[in-house]
Structure formats: structure tokens, C-alpha cells
């Protein structure tokens, strides 16, 4: 981590200012570490000590394989080498290997029981869900960024608990995924870094293979690697042609890939083994997001210069080299001073020392931040934007996902989705093929404000050159949920996400934390309030203890020296917001009835013991309904907020009341919950529990 381009700054920092303390810097891969003890000793005024050897607790045997993946692992399993892990170096490949072990059955019955009685309780409630829990009773893991946090904290724990013989998973096992390995087998020794494919570094493949082996546990650790999928494809078809006499001239031998393939072979492999580590080279970087930190922390406002000289010092101190440091005092003072332009800081008499203090802008929330590279241009855009105009709350959203990476899997998928309709539409109106491929080409992702986001940036970009190689990069996935009241697991299937939902809960993730806390306060409409509790309501479905967190700082929760002393989060502190969320909530399982997925019903409510609602208590409540009224009506008409009545009981209850609209518009009926919160002014999952639907 730093060496990492995107973290090492979050690693070195500690370094920097921590003079005080007593490190022990602890790897197996370091490589040559004397100028990080130099500066270390220099830093701290104390001697550093090199303790170093390469003598493992439980030692490594290497072995090259010229076998089959599928022979290698059940020679592996066979010879009581598992726990085995699969190392890929695609998301799609980890997937695709799980898929391939369920041919074989590695797994006791007794130990297929044992995972039966772990899996008590757990739900497997998105589209690819049911994949996991098909692999997993097989006693086959699966685990890769793409996948879901909970499916891969139940990989890890069914691992811990040594029922999965054999995990598919992608290379980040090298960066501390807590996974007991006793055989770590790579399935290639090249992988794509982002620029080009090549063999895999030292440091890399030693984070990778030293995680075989556990202490306590192992006398001996597994690394393996597996020739070119080609290389023993050919010795089979050569031993084969030798046995039935075949001339070597007539054998047709299997080509290797022409693409994301570097050739490696046995030689490779040992010097890989043989090899030592890179040596580390600093990252340190300097982003907005840093200089309102550094601004916003109450220690530095009694320090003569405040946050910005507190970054200059930073700078300063860090182990780059001095042509770099130049570099970065440059950025920070350009970005200091593009923030005073943008309104985000303010230059204000100091209470403390002669001239002036920086603060930041008090019409800012005071959990505001600039996470993105192009945050800052975000807060200056929105001024383009006026909030009397219907459609700011969506043109908001579409400004903050403008500004956040591409999730090019995702895009790839609704390019696709969408190409597809669209020849079936020109199919339909009766164009000819050469007509439909031609206007394909012109056919691109939805891309909402373009123009404008575009217009607006190169006015940016003109006043602040800092930008270099940097665009906004406009895309419409948070709003096409918004625009069609789309759950995450509707949107999932209809893209055919299921083997990367994890990729698009990030995503969303990050536009939600863009919305809450860089858009300025002061531009929260009532309907982009509405939006935030939309997004708030889909995350906390897929996991609600992600969103618990994060609502410690979407309210302003207050830290103090004795934990037990801060003030408890009160989620109905912001009246508005708390309204926005109990709509959100009750529009979402108005959208479950209207479908009639009574199981997404019963899992969007909260489920009182004395009083539960489960799938089938809804389908006996809503018969009636559908007898009369047939189907349960979900538009804009019932998602409107007359549809929708909170009334206050007690100090922390309120019973709510939800509209049901029907074809006829007679719109008798309603549901009917509570919400009760003189326990827990924050809970985890829905706050709403239902007391009747009816007429």
C-alpha cells in the first residue's frame, strides 16, 4: 500500500507525523528498505531496527504443473493439500473456475451438513444469490471485489471454520483477505496491471504465494503454478497422438491466445520464486479532499497558517524527492487557491494570531467533502443549475455521477441492453439489416446535461490547469434507477449484472456519498431530499449496516474523547430528511405489492415478533384488493406526497399511513404501519412495521 498510487498517501502520513511513536513495519515483501530506515531514524531521533530473515514459521514447497486445472486440484484435495486457492486475475475467470469445480465433489457429507447448519439464517436475496448458495453447499468458495461484502465475508468465515475445500477467487489474497490457505495454485503468471499484460511482479507474486500455509495449523505450505492452458493442452494431444502411433506432422496443435497472454514457463515461475522484492517508491499525493480535512480538523485552526501550512509541512516531510516536492507545493497552493474562488474556504480575521485565518465556508454542511478528483468543479457547476427548473433534483444527480469513475463492466452491460432494444425495435419497423448495424454506431450510452457538463468543464479546465488529463465523464445509471423507481436487484437482472453486483453497490455507494456530502446543503430541494432517501432506501436492502455507518456522518453524529459520552445518533433530528426516508421506505414495498413479490415485501418492513409479516400474510391481505381493484397501481400518482401521512404519537413514535391507488381511483385502501423509535434512535434495516392493509 505505499507504493500504491491511490493509498500510499494514507500509509506514509502516520510515518510523517507520529514522531513519537514506536513502529514495527512488518512484510515479507519490503525489498531493499535502507532509505525508509534512513528517513525513519531521521524522523523519530531513534535507532531503527533491520530484523530480517527468510526463514518461514510453516515453509513453502513450489511445484510447477503441467496438468489439467481440474486434475491439479483433485490431486491437490487428494494428497490432503486443501485448503486450496484458486488465483485469477479476472472477476469473470474466478466465476467461471467455481462454476467448472461443481463437476467435482470435493466435500464430506458431514461437512456439506455443517455448511447447511452455517447457512441458517442467511439470505441469499439478489439475483446472484442463488449461484452462491449453490456453490457454497457445494463446499466450493467464490470471492472477488465484484461480489457482494456479504457474500464474501461468508466465503471468509466458512473458510475460518475449514469447510470449503476449494475457493475461485481473484489476487486479492495478497492484500490481507482473511482467508486460511494451506495451497495457494495460480492459474496464470501474467495478469493486466492497467496498461498492458505482463508477468506477474516479485512483490506481487510473493504476497500471493505467502499466504499459504497456516502457522498453528500447517507443518508445510503449497504454491502452484499452472502452465499455459495451451502448453498442456498440446502435451495431452502429443501423448495421445504417441499412443495411437500418430506422425508429429499431422498433429494440430493448440495456438496460444493472441490477446492478455505473455508466454510463461517453468523457468519463470522459479525465478519469480528465486527473485527479491522491488524496492517501495513513495506516493504521496496531494487532493482536495486532503486541504479541507486538514482545514476542517480543530487542532490546526490554533496553528499559525491553519490546515494549508499544516499540508505545506506535510509536503516537506514527505519521502519524495525534492524535484517531486516542488511539484506538489505548486498543486497544493493552486488547489488552496481554487477553493477560496469555489466559496468552499473563506478568508476571515484570525481570533488567535495577526492577519488572517482560513475556514470553511459556513453555508457548507459540516460533514462536507471533496472525495473526488473533480469535486470541486462539481460544487462550481451546480451554480449552472437553476432549483426552480423540475428537473434539478435528477440534473443534480446526473452532475454528481459526471464526476465518479466509469464503471466500464456496468456501462458495457446497458450499451448492450440497450443496442439489443433498439434492433428489435428497427426489427419490428421493418429496416433492413445493413440500415440497423449502420445506425448502431452511432448508438452510445445515456448521457443526460452533456453538452452543458461539457460546456461547463471547459470553462473549468481554463481557470484551473491543475485538471491535466482529467474529464467529467457524464453517464445516467443513478438516474435511470431514479427515473423508473428501479430496486437494485430489478437492475441487476435487467442489465444481467448478477456476477458484479458488488461493482454497481460501490458505484452506487460512492454517488450516494457524493450526494449527501459534497452537494452543498443549501441546494437540497424537497425532491432531492426525496432522491437521497431513494438511494438510502436501495442501499440499506442490499446491506444495512453500511448505511447505518454512514449515516453517523450524514447526521453530524459527534465524536468525543469517551465514546460512551457522545451524543446518540437521532435520525429524526432532520425532520425533512427523516419524512423523505419514511416516503422512500413505503414507496418501495408499495412497488413489491404492485408486482406482488410478497418476499421483497416482508424483507422491506420491520418484523415485530408478536406481530410479524411474513411472504404469505401479505398475499392474504392483498387478496381482497385484487379481487376489487385488481392490480396495486404504482406511478407518479402514487408516489406522490399526499399519498403519504406521518403523524406524530409519543416522544419517538409515529404512525404512518400509505394510500394504495387502484385503476378504478377509488384509492380505499391504505397500509398502515408504526414506527417506534424510543429504543433505538437509529436502527439497522426498515423502521416501519405494518399493523394492516385494508380498506
Known amino acids: 500500500y505505499y507504493a500504491d498510487r491511490e493509498r500510499g498517501v494514507a500509509w506514509q502520513i502516520p510515518l510523517l507525523v507520529l514522531t513519537k511513536s514506536t513502529f514495527l513495519l512488518m512484510s515479507a515483501t519490503l525489498g531493499d528498505t535502507r532509505d525508509l530506515e534512513e528517513r525513519l531514524e531521521a524522523m523519530t ?33 487428494k494428497k490432503q493439500r486443501a485448503p486450496i486457492y484458486l488465483v485469477n486475475f479476472t472477476q469473470r475467470d474466478a466465476a467461471d473456475q467455481a462454476q467448472n469445480l461443481m463437476s467435482q465433489d470435493f466435500t464430506p457429507k458431514e461437512d456439506k451438513r455443517a455448511i447447511a447448519d452455517a447457512l441458517v439464517g442467511v439470505k441469499f436475496d439478489t439475483p446472484y444469490g442463488k449461484d452462491m448458495q449453490r456453490y457454497v453447499r457445494h463446499g466450493v468458495g467464490l470471492h472477488h471485489g465484484g461480489l457482494l461484502p456479504k457474500y464474501r465475508l461468508l466465503v471468509e468465515k466458512l473458510s475460518r471454520q475449514g469447510l470449503l475445500r476449494v475457493i475461485s477467487g481473484t489476487d486479492t489474497l495478497g492484500v490481507g483477505v482473511n482467508i486460511p490457505i494451506r495451497t495457494v495454485l495460480f492459474t496464470k503468471l501474467c495478469k493486466f496491471d492497467g496498461e498492458k499484460t505482463r508477468i506477474l511482479t516479485v512483490r506481487d507474486f510473493k504476497q500471493i504465494a505467502g499466504r499459504a500455509g497456516r502457522k498453528g495449523y500447517d507443518t508445510q505450505g503449497y504454491v502452484v503454478a499452472q502452465a499455459p492452458e495451451h502448453v498442456i493442452e498440446n502435451k495431452r494431444i502429443e501423448a495421445n497422438a504417441a499412443a495411437s502411433g500418430k506422425k508429429k506432422s499431422k498433429i494440430v496443435r493448440k495456438q496460444p491466445p493472441t490477446k492478455g497472454y505473455v508466454p510463461w514457463n517453468a523457468e519463470t515461475f522459479a525465478q519469480l520464486v528465486e527473485g527479491q522484492p522491488e524496492a517501495l517508491e513513495s506516493s504521496f499525493e496531494v487532493t482536495h479532499g486532503m486541504l479541507v480535512e486538514l482545514v476542517q480538523r480543530p487542532d490546526n485552526a490554533y496553528r499559525k497558517g491553519g490546515g494549508y501550512r499544516r499540508l505545506v509541512e506535510l509536503i516537506g516531510l514527505s519521502h519524495e524527492h525534492d524535484g517531486s516536492k516542488r511539484h506538489l507545493r505548486r498543486r497544493a497552493r493552486r488547489l488552496f487557491q481554487s477553493l477560496v474562488k469555489a466559496g468552499v474556504f473563506e478568508l476571515r480575521a484570525s481570533e488567535y494570531f495577526g492577519g488572517r485565518e482560513v475556514v470553511v465556508s459556513e453555508g457548507l454542511q459540516t460533514d462536507f467533502s471533496l472525495m473526488q478528483s473533480l469535486a470541486l468543479f462539481l460544487v462550481e457547476a451546480l451554480e449552472a443549475l437553476d432549483p426552480k427548473q423540475p428537473d434539478f433534483a435528477l440534473d443534480v444527480l446526473s452532475f454528481c455521477e459526471a464526476i465518479l469513475e466509469n464503471p466500464r463492466a456496468i456501462l458495457m452491460r446497458q450499451l448492450d441492453v440497450l443496442k439489443g432494444q433498439l434492433i428489435a425495435q428497427w426489427k419490428a419497423d421493418g429496416l433492413e439489416y445493413e440500415e440497423r448495424m449502420a445506425r448502431l454506431e452511432g448508438v452510445d450510452n445515456p448521457k443526460p446535461r452533456a453538452e452543458l457538463l461539457y460546456t461547463l468543464f471547459d470553462a473549468f479546465e481554463a481557470h484551473h490547469p491543475w485538471v491535466g488529463t482529467e474529464n467529467v465523464r457524464p453517464k445516467s445509471i443513478m438516474r435511470d434507477m431514479v427515473e423508473r423507481y428501479m430496486s437494485f436487484n430489478e437492475y441487476v437482472k435487467e442489465l444481467g449484472l448478477e456476477r458484479i453486483e458488488g461493482t454497481l453497490l460501490r458505484y452506487l455507494s460512492e454517488g450516494f456519498k457524493t450526494l449527501v456530502h459534497t452537494v452543498p446543503a443549501r441546494l437540497r430541494t424537497d425532491e432531492l431530499v426525496d432522491v437521497i432517501a431513494f438511494f438510502r432506501t436501495v442501499l440499506a436492502r442490499v446491506d444495512s449496516s453500511l448505511i447505518h455507518e454512514w449515516e453517523r456522518l450524514m447526521y453530524g453524529e459527534e465524536q468525543t474523547a469517551v465514546p460512551e459520552l457522545a451524543a446518540p445518533l437521532d435520525i429524526s433530528r432532520d425532520k425533512r430528511a427523516f419524512n423523505a426516508r419514511i416516503r422512500a421506505e413505503l414507496h418501495a414495498l408499495v412497488k413489491a405489492l404492485s408486482v406482488g413479490d410478497w418476499e421483497e415485501a416482508a424483507a422491506l418492513v420491520r418484523q415485530d415478533e408478536d406481530d410479524a409479516w411474513p411472504p404469505e400474510r401479505f398475499a392474504e391481505a392483498l387478496a381482497p384488493f385484487v379481487e376489487e381493484r385488481g392490480e396495486v397501481v404504482f406511478d407518479h400518482e402514487a408516489r406522490m406526497t399526499d399519498k403519504t401521512r406521518v403523524v406524530a404519537g409519543g416522544r419517538h413514535e ?14 380505499d385502501w391504505a397500509i398502515v404501519g408504526v414506527i417506534d423509535l424510543r429504543e433505538d434512535q437509529a436502527p439497522e434495516g426498515p423502521m416501519i412495521a405494518l399493523r394492516s392493509i385494508s380498506s
Open 45 to 77: 531521533g531513534k535507532a531503527v531496527v533491520s530484523v530480517s530473515s527468510a526463514q518461514r514459521p510453516v515453509p513453502l514447497a513450489f511445484e510447477y504443473s503441467e496438468d489439467a486445472l481440474h486434475e491439479a486440484v483433485y490431486d491437490l484435495v
Open 654 to 667: 409515529w404512525e404512518v399511513t400509505q394510500t394504495l391507488v387502484d385503476r378504478e381511483g377509488e384509492n
